[in-house]
């Protein structure tokens, strides 16, 4: 099957990311030089970011639902860069021309034919998502910060209003651009469930050499104006589906568990959901008194605050994952896992070995 040989030829290549987003981004630049004013001098978490995005549509290449859900996000939330239609052959040309350089013999004529048809696939997707998006709403919104409260030494909450209505689904994320950093774009999850005052509110942690997260920590103030990009990300709560939840937080990934709770108690009333908040110290749960406050108005609620590095914490101690499963068996479970990219990977690993089905699991990745 073309799944098999694409997931077979990219296991080749992945060990040289580095390399391979390299040279893919020094081919685009130099066939398409007009490209390069769309990125940011410092190219390192854009090339990380390209093959997280390859690893996503690699994994996902046998479930079309989501990946096409996936490619539409990509290809709306893209728009805020400036790409057209007309830049995704440059783009395809480039893509294959760097996988076929590592690949080296693994790249056979099967397997390019099979990359050409994924890559045109995943063309049409985008542009058609980004064409649906650019009838209705606009490449990228403007929104004011009214709120700015630090909460210990390095995380902040900020609420912000953006110019328009903003379109999204609680659990998904957007990306946010400074003032201070032009063409940096870094991702946060919406803390809040859509709601009419159009209010949006990120938790944002300062990480080392994070450039947009230090700006919103320390540099940030209510009246400055940030850009957002289109909402994405695959974490929703289903509806329709019957089974209890799980949900597995590290430090801000707190936020997007925040917003599904808060929508799930807009419609339900018999789905029970496990919140496990992971945290180094007690300083870090930032936000619990808010998700106390709503372990109080939904009786389906259940908290659970877990902390790793300090000793004498008088509750749960480890790691969130490992509470998790110390309380209970999620194989009958919707599960959500939110936090840093090892601390998914980790979390994801840790419910694998302990049954749990890959299919029931949801998370969406990312830092600054």
């Known amino acids: 099957m073309a799944e098999d040989l694409i997931k077979d030829s990219f296991a080749v290549v992945e060990p040289e990311a580095d390399r391979v987003a390299s040279y893919f981004y020094a081919r685009l630049f130099m066939e398409a030089p ?36 996936f490619l539409a996000g990509l290809g709306r ?65 403007l929104a004011e910060i009214v709120e700015h409260e630090e909460r210990g030494s390095d995380i902040a909450v900020v609420r912000l209003r953006p110019d328009q209505p903003f379109p999204y689904e609680a659990g998904q994320y957007c990306s946010v651009e400074t003032p201070w950093w032009p063409r940096v774009w870094r991702n946060y999850s919406m803390a809040t469930a859509p709601n009419k005052d159009n209010l949006l509110e990120f938790h944002v942690r300062k990480v080392d050499a994070g450039w947009v997260s230090t700006a919103l920590v320390r540099k940030a103030r209510p009246g400055d104006v940030v ?28 936020a997007p568990m925040k917003a599904i709770i808060e929508d799930m108690g807009r419609w339900n009333w018999y789905r029970r959901v496990h919140l496990f908040v992971g945290a180094r110290t007690v300083e870090e749960l930032y936000d619990l008194s808010a998700i106390n406050g709503l372990a109080r108005a939904y009786e389906w609620l259940n908290v659970v605050p877990a902390i790793s590095d300090q000793p004498d914490f008088p509750g749960e101690q480890g790691v969130a994952v490992d509470v998790a499963l110390r309380h209970g068996d999620w194989r009958n479970h919707d599960v959500f896992i939110s936090g840093s990219a090892p601390m ?8 694998l070995i302990s049954g749990v089905s890959l299919s029931r699991i949801r998370f969406d990745s990312f830092g600054d």
Not at 345 to 350: L, Y
């Open 34 to 69: 007009e490209l390069r004013e769309l990125f940011p001098v410092a190219m390192d978490l854009q090339r990380d970011r390209l093959f997280g995005a390859l690893v996503r549509i690699v994994q996902g290449s046998d479930q079309p639902e989501f990946l096409d859900g």
């Open 344 to 351: 998914v990977r980790n979390s994801i690993d840790r419910l």
């Open 77 to 141: 939330d893209h728009r805020k860069f400036g790409v057209k239609a007309a830049h995704y052959e440059a783009l395809g040309r480039s893509l294959l021309a760097a996988i076929a350089r590592y690949a080296g013999p693994a790249w056979t004529p099967e397997v390019q034919n099979a990359w050409v048809e994924a890559y045109a696939r995943v063309a049409r997707t985008m542009i058609e998502a980004a064409r649906r998006a650019a009838l209705d709403t606009p490449d990228w919104w």
């Open 227 to 254: 850009r957002i990009g289109h909402a994405t990300g695959t974490m929703t709560a289903d509806r329709t589906s019957d089974r209890d939840l799980v949900c597995i937080a590290g430090g801000t990934g707190l």
